[in-house]
């Protein structure tokens, strides 16, 4: 599957190119993981799609007909992949989904599911009628903080990958959760006054 696609630039100067969407690389920076598109005339079957370094070609790691992969990330060893699956219409369908109530926007819920880097082992790690996404491992391995709306609350939350407890980080409009090196902040987004801004937070609250 071809990655980068030449599209019409108004600057001479610069090139266009349509290509996947969120693309993350591992640590060795050899291989790039990022969300495919859905086909022609439906809004599902957006694949996890693995290209490497100089190429401009990618592999379908997973893909699910019948819901979207969302947002993926790789592992501190590079050798797993975390992503959300589900509808997640607003995104996949040019924010064009209706939204009249809270109900709406769950669209009827989303995982986070993991995946080893060869295909193989995939299980999902969520359950229940939330919005899961954006899932994202701390440097130990052993962590992931993800965002989530629906009946159990919204805001960021903590995992913990042996035990699979949950913990709440924080339940505001919180969004794009990303760990620091050290593992001792998590950096995210927040809908503050109708507008974005970044902020950062302990793991421990």
Excluded: H
């Excluded at 339940?171 to 809908?191: E, K, M, Q």
């Amino acid at each position: 599957m071809r990655l980068c696609r030449l599209r019409f630039s108004r600057n001479p100067d610069y090139e266009l190119f349509l290509t996947g969407i969120l693309p993350r690389f591992n640590s060795a920076g050899d291989r790039f993981v990022m969300t495919g598109r859905p086909a022609p005339d439906t809004v599902f079957g957006a694949a996890l799609l693995v290209g490497r370094s100089g190429s401009n070609a990618a592999d379908i790691l997973y893909q699910d007909k019948t819901r979207n992969v969302m947002a993926p990330s790789w592992t501190p060893a590079g050798d797993r992949i975390l992503f959300g699956i589900g509808t997640y219409n607003l995104f996949f369908n040019g924010f064009n989904g209706t939204v009249f109530n809270s109900a709406d926007r769950v669209e009827g819920g989303a995982q986070l599911a993991i995946i080893n880097a060869d295909g193989s082992g995939y299980r999902e790690l969520t359950q229940g009628p939330s919005n899961n996404a954006f899932p994202t491992m701390a440097p130990d391995g052993k962590r992931i903080a993800y965002r989530t709306f629906g009946p159990d609350g919204e805001g960021l939350r903590i995992m913990d990958l042996e035990s699979g407890r949950v913990t709440t980080l924080l339940d505001g409009y919180d969004n794009f959760p990303t760990w620091s090196p050290r593992g001792d902040l998590i950096a995210f987004s927040r809908v503050v006054d109708d507008d974005y801004e970044i902020f950062t937070i302990k793991p421990d609250g």
